[in-house]
């Protein structure tokens, strides 16, 4: 689009390093002098689709499970999210989150997203699972989410009770195949540019720079040769 740079980011709620790199992003934004032109779009992805939750889950336990490791392992993988988040301005709380499965808040972003507030419960959604120890797939909770964004109960009770946008996230999680995404977050620029993985601001800054003096996006994708950044996968983050 005309005088417009549009970013496309893959991440899941579930997914700490996808919030770090979501305020990573708005930092960069904060440095870009042609941040008035920017137009950013969620896409889902699930890094689990498959999981269901019980009461006696927690966050230690779960990934001492799920990546064959100890309690004290997974303890410390915690703790250095956590502070990774805190050095970036955010606040992690896992010692009361509430582990779930995202579909059906990615459902409800792309409710969001239609009226233009995607980005609003995208930022409600972190920060109520990895902060405030929510349930994320709680209809209740996700339809307060909602109406806190300004979509109508009606509208959001209407899109929780059905398999509303089922398609639209499908579809989401396909292209992220398509073009090889491995982990979240996941950032393309005018599909031309991807970036993979929660980036120091600076590296932000540059390809938000460098996609805009281009000026003219092309259809082929390509993955800029940056440092490996912070992200989670199918098997775990790193």
């Not at 059905?162 to 982990?183: K, L, T, W, Y």
């Not at 950032?187 to 970036?195: G, H, L, P, S, T």
């Not at 800054?205 to 082929?220: H, I, M």
């Amino acid at each position: 689009m005309e005088n417009t740079l549009k970013i496309q980011i893959w991440s899941d709620v579930m997914c700490p390093y996808c919030y770090i790199g979501k305020r990573r992003i708005e930092n960069a934004l904060e440095q870009f002098g042609h941040k008035d032109a920017i137009e950013i779009e969620w896409k889902s992805f699930q890094l689990d689709a498959n999981f269901v939750a019980s009461k006696e889950d927690n966050i230690y336990d779960h990934l001492a499970e799920k990546y064959r490791k100890d309690k004290d392992w997974a303890v410390e993988m915690v703790d250095s999210m956590t502070q990774n988040a805190k050095n970036t301005g955010l606040e992690f709380n896992f010692d009361k989150a509430i582990l779930a499965n995202s579909h059906n808040a990615h459902r409800l972003l792309h409710l969001a997203k239609k009226h233009n507030v995607g980005d609003n419960l995208k930022e409600l959604l972190f920060k109520a699972y990895m902060t405030d120890g929510k349930d994320v797939n709680d209809l209740p909770t996700l339809a307060t989410l909602g109406q806190e964004v300004g979509l109508e109960k009606s509208v959001v009770d209407e899109v929780l009770n059905s398999n509303a946008f089922e398609q639209e996230v499908q579809n989401d999680i396909a292209m992220a195949q398509q073009i090889g995404v491995q982990g979240v977050p996941f950032f393309v620029f005018d599909n031309k540019y991807a970036v993979s993985g929660a980036q120091h601001v600076e590296t932000f800054v540059k390809t938000l720079e460098k996609v805009w003096e281009e000026g003219s996006f092309g259809p082929k994708l390509t993955l800029l040769n940056t440092d490996e950044g912070d992200s989670c996968g199918i098997e775990g983050c790193n």
